[in-house]
C-alpha cells in the first residue's frame, strides 16, 4: 500500500479481501492472486473502520458517514450522516450499530442506520469500542476507560487507563485488555475496573504505539501489533 491501511474484513465466500485506506478507499483483493480487483472511493479522507453482518458490508470514514454495500457486488445501498467531525469508530450488538466520533461522541444506531440516541462520552477522538453483556465499553484519545450502561448510556465507572491514547479495547472473559499510544498493554477488571497487569518494552512489550490486537480463543493467544512494525503473540497473560 502507498498510503496507511486503517482496517481489514474478509468475505470467506469469493476469499477476498478489503482494505480501506488513508485517502477513503476500499481495495478489493483476490487472496488466491493477490491482485486488486477493484478500488470503491468509500469516504474521502479516510475509511477508519468496517464491519459484516449478514450479507452486508458497513463501514465509516472521516467524511462522518456510515455507508451499508452489498457483500457480492460491492455496491452503496445505503449512506448516512452521522458526525460533522468524522467517525472513528463502529461495533454492531443485536440489531443497534455503536459509533464513536472524532468529537467523543458516542452514536447508537438502530438496523437501518437510523439515530436512536447520542452522548459525549470522552473529551476528545472515541477511538474503541466493545460490547460486553449489558455494558458498552469505549476508549478514547483522552486516554480515559469507560463503562455505560448499554440500554440506558449511563455512566457506570470511568478510570484514567493510560498516559495517552487507548486504540483498542479487547474482552477476554471477564478481562478488559486496553492497547495505547503509551506503548502499553493494560489488564482490567471488568468489574471494579482494577488494574491486573501492565506490559510494556520492560515487560517484551512494544516499543512504540499499540495499535491493533485480537483475541485468538482457540489458541488462548493475545496477538498485538503497532508502530514499531512488530507483531507480538502473548500467551497465558489471563
Known sequence: AEVSIFCLQILSDTNTLLAGDLHGYIHVIDMDSLTIKRRIL??????????????YLYSIGADGKVAKWDCATMELILQKNISKVGLRSMIEDKGHF???????????????LQPIFSWPAHKTTVFALVVHGDKLISGGRDAML???????????????AHWYA????????DIIVTLSRDKKI????SDDLSLIQSFDFIN????????TGIW???????WTAGDDKVVKVWGSIV
Open 166 to 173: 487507548i486504540n483498542k479495547v479487547i474482552i477476554i472473559g
Open 186 to 189: 493494560r489488564l482490567w477488571n
Open 42 to 55: 468509500a469516504h474521502p479522507k479516510g475509511v477508519f473502520a468496517m464491519l459484516i453482518k449478514d450479507e
Open 216 to 222: 485468538l480463543k482457540d489458541n488462548n493467544e493475545l
Open 204 to 211: 517484551k512489550g512494544h516499543i512504540r504505539s499499540v495499535n
Open 146 to 160: 469507560s463503562i455505560w450502561d448499554r440500554n440506558t448510556q449511563d455512566l457506570i465507572r470511568q478510570e484514567a
Open 98 to 112: 455503536y459509533l464513536g466520533d472524532g468529537a467523543g461522541y458516542i452514536y447508537k444506531l438502530d438496523d437501518q
